[in-house]
Nanobody, 114 residues
Framework: VQLVESGGGLVQPGESLRLSCAAS????????MSWYRQAPGKELGLVAV????????KYADSVKDRFTISRDNAKNTVFLQMNSLKPEDTGVYYC????????WGQGTQVTVSS
């Protein structure tokens, strides 16, 4: 089983990034997928979650109207489009799969700084 995040990096405030999480080794379409982040010195927090088919989505208040979560069940991938990035969005972003078993990715660093 693998969850491999990619797409992180260093950007300036106001810029965008698109994170991807490629899944393998389990039945992706039967898992609820989420993105979490851990900011420096803070606890891990939920950013966004998407249901099996993508029909139900929830966001943390701090990212509403700026971030968009989506999934492609044919490609076993979940995405996080992040627009209008702010310094407080800095952190390590993790992909999580919730189903009969819980899986986590290794994380990808996002740094927003001028």
């Amino acid at each position: 089983v693998q969850l491999v995040e990619s797409g992180g990096g260093l950007v300036q405030p106001g810029e965008s990034l698109r994170l991807s999480c490629a899944a393998s080794g389990f039945t992706f379409r039967t898992y609820v997928m989420s993105w979490y982040r851990q900011a420096p010195g803070k606890e891990l927090g939920l950013v966004a979650v998407i249901s099996y088919g993508g029909g139900r989505i929830k966001y943390a208040d701090s990212v509403k109207d700026r971030f968009t979560i989506s999934r492609d069940n044919a490609k076993n991938t979940v995405f996080l489009q992040m627009n209008s990035l702010k310094p407080e969005d800095t952190g390590v972003y993790y992909c999580k799969a919730d189903g009969s078993v819980v899986y986590w990715g290794q994380g990808t660093q996002v740094t927003v700084s001028s």
